[in-house]
């Protein structure tokens, strides 16, 4: 597979962050015995992977902007790209040694998502896409599933976290997505959760809650994978509102209305 400059350069400074989070993973697998608790290792880690990525990326693309989840925005002279940046995604993986956690990075360019990189260091598992140009898992490229009845899909979902989103809500989504669905599953990533339904490893995938960090590579990996995306108003506004639906064409359209449906009583 022929990268373009860019991917290359959001590959490289993904890898180098790759390799600080995979020590620290190790050491804090260690750290589990520990009364404290490792939560101070792991923001540092968290903070240290960011690091390197910001200073790889200005260091390429000098003026560029930024969105990251530590640093917030940042301005860039540029005015036309915008780095969105996610340097520990799936952080209570990382904290309990489950080794589901990545690295997310996108490139914005007028407003569009035109590039993309999930990268799990634990599993040396790499996703990338570019505008047009497909999606690929490690070379690999990437479909979504082709399974076109929920009852045979199995379904991603993001749980909300404590003091973090509407969990009523949630779990009437629930309700009404496990009475359609072969099986729902929770990785605790929403960029990996959404490069598995691009590599066809998940049939579709719903959360609400999110940030544009969250699922920026993400919504390019589907897309270039076949794919169909849409907030849960069924618009594109995703990076702003915080909501996801995902699946090919069918699926996202059945899990859509699945998850907007009120609980039937019983």
Not at 81 to 108: C, K, M, Q, Y
Request: charged share 20%.
């Amino acid at each position: 597979m022929a990268r373009s400059a860019i991917l290359n350069v959001m590959v490289q400074a993904a890898m180098k962050a790759g390799r600080s989070l995979s020590r620290d993973f190790g050491e804090v697998q260690n750290l589990q015995v520990s009364m404290k608790g490792p939560g101070d290792y792991v923001s540092q880690a968290d903070r240290k992977a960011e690091d390197i990525l910001f200073t790889e990326l200005s260091k390429a693309r000098p003026g560029y902007a930024f969105l990251m989840e530590e640093r917030g925005l940042i301005e860039g002279d540029d005015g036309q790209h915008r780095w969105i940046v996610d340097p520990l995604d799936g952080t209570t993986n990382f904290l309990h040694g489950i080794p589901l956690f990545a690295i997310s990075i996108a490139l914005e360019r007028q407003g569009q998502i035109v590039a993309g990189v999930v990268y799990n260091p634990a599993m040396d598992e790499l996703y990338t896409a570019e505008r047009g140009g497909g999606a690929f898992m490690n070379d690999r490229r990437l479909r979504v599933a082709g399974r076109t009845k929920l009852i045979d899909a199995v379904i991603g979902c993001g749980v909300p976290h404590l003091g973090r989103g509407q969990h009523g809500n949630f779990l009437v989504e629930l309700r009404n997505v496990m009475a359609e669905v072969s099986g729902v599953r929770r990785l605790g990533s929403a960029s990996l959760d959404l490069a598995y339904v691009a590599a066809g490893r998940m049939d579709g995938f719903w959360e609400t809650g999110l940030s544009a960090w969250d699922v920026a590579a993400g919504i390019l990996l589907i897309r270039e994978a076949g794919g169909f995306i849409s907030d849960f108003a069924g618009g594109q506004n995703m990076l702003d509102g915080g909501s996801i639906v995902a699946g090919n064409e069918i699926i996202q359209r059945a899990l859509l209305k699945t998850v907007r449906k009120p609980v039937t009583p019983r």
